[in-house]
């Protein structure tokens, strides 16, 4: 899996954050927040002006995936959330869609050669979290998020520049 440490993924393609560090600059004003619920009912009236700020940062995911079991929430993502990450960067190319997760670090897990991305759900229950929200472009696409810190780098994420 490539590595990325630039902040490019705040300006393009879609990203899954879950460092806490990396996501108080963008809820602190740096980015457009909307909440999922919103963010998929573009898919029914997409907005005709992007956002002023180059980053959308979704809330919610994380909720709608934990509440959910395992074949509801990979089909939520499948159906819905990637057609959301689609048309965003059809419409925005210049715009980064973020997910924000609260979950820390070690509820991601990478699958070795696949290079997969699973989500632990309360119950130890697991959502193929890149499947669903990038499918194919998962396997070849996929980087890692790392923010320099001064103990050193610091995996805060995952991101796609573009879903093909």
């Known amino acids: 899996m490539r590595e990325l ?3 490019s993924w705040r300006r393009r393609g879609s990203s899954v954050v879950f460092d806490r560090e990396a996501l108080a600059p963008l809820i602190g004003g740096e980015a457009w927040m909307v909440s999922l ?4 009912g573009w898919l029914d009236a997409f907005p005709t002006e992007p956002p002023a700020q180059a980053t959308i940062l979704v809330t919610g995911l994380e909720a709608a995936l934990e509440t959910q079991a395992p074949a509801a929430a ?49 119950g130890r229950r697991q959502v193929r979290l ?19 810190r001064p103990a050193g780098p610091v995996a805060i994420g995952f991101h796609v520049a573009r879903v093909s």
Do not use: H
């Open 37 to 40: 619920r919103t963010a998929l």
């Open 130 to 148: 890149s499947f669903g929200l990038w499918d194919g472009s998962a396997t070849v696409n996929l980087a890692r998020l790392y923010a320099d």
């Open 5 to 7: 440490s630039s902040t």
């Open 74 to 122: 990979e089909a939520l993502l499948e159906r819905r959330v990637a057609r959301l990450i689609e048309r965003v960067q059809s419409q925005w190319d210049r715009c980064g869609l973020v997910f924000g997760f609260a979950a820390p670090a070690n509820a991601f897990e990478t699958t070795g050669v696949r290079e997969e991305v699973l989500f632990r759900v309360q």
